[in-house]
């Protein structure tokens, strides 16, 4: 799969905390490629395959009904989710990448073992 970024809590004090996605938005962290194997040799960037997989750092309350009610999203902070290969937008938040996807983009959620 990949590798997700530590973020201390300092950062999520700060501007994650605050960003708060609108209706079923969600805000996503990829996981990072894989550029080494596990015996220290890297792998050519030609080579490394792209990352589909992503963690959820901020969800938004749910899209509503003509009726008004919410329809909160399928995925919560913390999940680990699959990606689909194109959309989401870039969003960058104190020099770290983040992407913003609607809850009906994300393919599906990963269980945890």
């Known amino acids: 799969m990949g590798t997700f970024e530590n973020i201390n809590t300092k950062y999520q004090a700060g501007a ?3 960003f708060i996605p609108l209706f079923d ?3 996503v962290q990829k996981a990072e490629a894989v550029t080494k194997t596990s015996s220290g040799i890297l792998i050519p960037e030609k080579s490394v395959a792209k990352v ?3 963690k959820v750092m901020a969800v938004g309350e749910g899209v509503r009904t003509e009726s008004g009610q919410v329809i909160p999203p399928a995925v919560a902070v913390g999940d680990e989710v699959m990606l689909p290969e194109f959309g989401g937008t870039k ?3 104190e020099e770290k990448d983040f992407y913003l996807f ?3 983009e994300l ?3 990963l ?3």
């Open 16 to 18: 994650l905390r605050r």
């Open 25 to 27: 938005r969600v805000l």
């Open 52 to 54: 589909l997989f992503g």
């Open 91 to 93: 969003i960058t938040l």
């Open 102 to 104: 609607r809850d009906s």
């Open 107 to 109: 393919l599906a959620k």
């Open 111 to 113: 269980k945890s073992e």
